[in-house]
């Protein structure tokens, strides 16, 4: 499971909040009538009560303020407009007023930062939260965000900053460990391993010790280059800072399965899972390694004492349906993938590896259903090719 999945729920705000926010979302109609985002001829009520997931009304056309007419303070309103929308599940109105942000942020570099942050946490609220949205444009709002939020952390070149020679001044600009671990998070979620390690660097460069960086920016070098040495050393700072979080041996875990050394993962791996039996990365990790000893049956057995709902996870549903069908269990296998694509249906990498497992299972019917939905998907052609040759594999076997 890749750790930017471990470490999101920053956005994923309580719904319970929902009512609260609807009080603030009276005051800040004021802002979105001055950005053009609502209607404002039936008053900033009307506007807070529209459903989740849409406007209150279609942008107006008129013009964007001028200038002059924006100033701070509309400016710090429409921060916390989006705040609110994001803690109200309304992550269209959120996305919209970022939008308006960044259009009114112009050239100025502090307020262009703050405003690349929040069109950040915007988008990736928006892809994450929201159900109306297809796989492509879920994966082009989580492009954006990263985007966004890389602008966010750029380091400013302009004649101002290069002048300022106040060490106050310096550090008040600088980006925050926060918005520089999310930036590369982000960037890390849409694969580009080389720029997220840049900001993962600059991260730890800003706060060495901070363990939330340390985790994700591991397992990305890892993912990228299990030979880099700067992933031992990592694990070590982690190991020191936090000697008994199931996390340090879980990344120990990690890093001899990416390695081959299948017993060190193990045991690893089964000292993360005594250190906290309630988490799930914990069971997954311990699953692959089980699964590295060629234990599969252990780890399936593992698992399945999991409720439907955590099975059905995609990286769970990954590790339990190969344990299933590592075990010569191939009907069950079908049957895990089955649960996986019920709870993600427009995920392409499910739909294939479902795919190979009903023709395994000898369901062809169920197989050719997949490989068809494979077709209606983004990136369902690339997880098709992907497949291809093991199906191939699969009916030579069958026909000889």
Known sequence: MRAERFHESRTRKDVSRRDGAKLALVAIGVVLCTFSIVACGEGAES???????????????????????????????????IETYIAANRTREAELVARKLLEQAGSDAALGRTAYEYAARAYFARAELAEDLSPKSRAELVREAALAAQRAVAESTDATTAAATSAAISAANQPSVEARRFAAMLTDRIGDRDTAQSLYDAALAAAPN???????AALSALARNASDPRI????????????????????RAEIALARG??????ASAEAALTRDRDMLEMRLVLAKALRANARPRDAARLLSALSESERAKAAIAQQFALALAEAGETTQAAAAWDAAIRATPNDPYLRAEAALAFLRAGNEARAASELSALDGLFGGSAQRARIEPAIRLLRERKSS
């Open 232 to 251: 031992d050393e990592l694990a070590a700072r982690y190991e020191r800072l936090a000697p008994d979080a199931a996390w340090s041996a879980a990344l």
């Open 210 to 216: 901070d363990l939330a960086t340390i985790l994700p």
């Open 47 to 81: 506007g807070a009560s529209s459903g989740s997931g849409s406007p209150a009304t279609a942008p107006s056309p008129s013009s964007p303020p001028s200038s002059e007419s924006f100033s701070r303070a509309t400016f710090d309103d429409a921060t916390r407009a």
């Open 261 to 266: 050394e299948a017993a060190a993962a193990l």
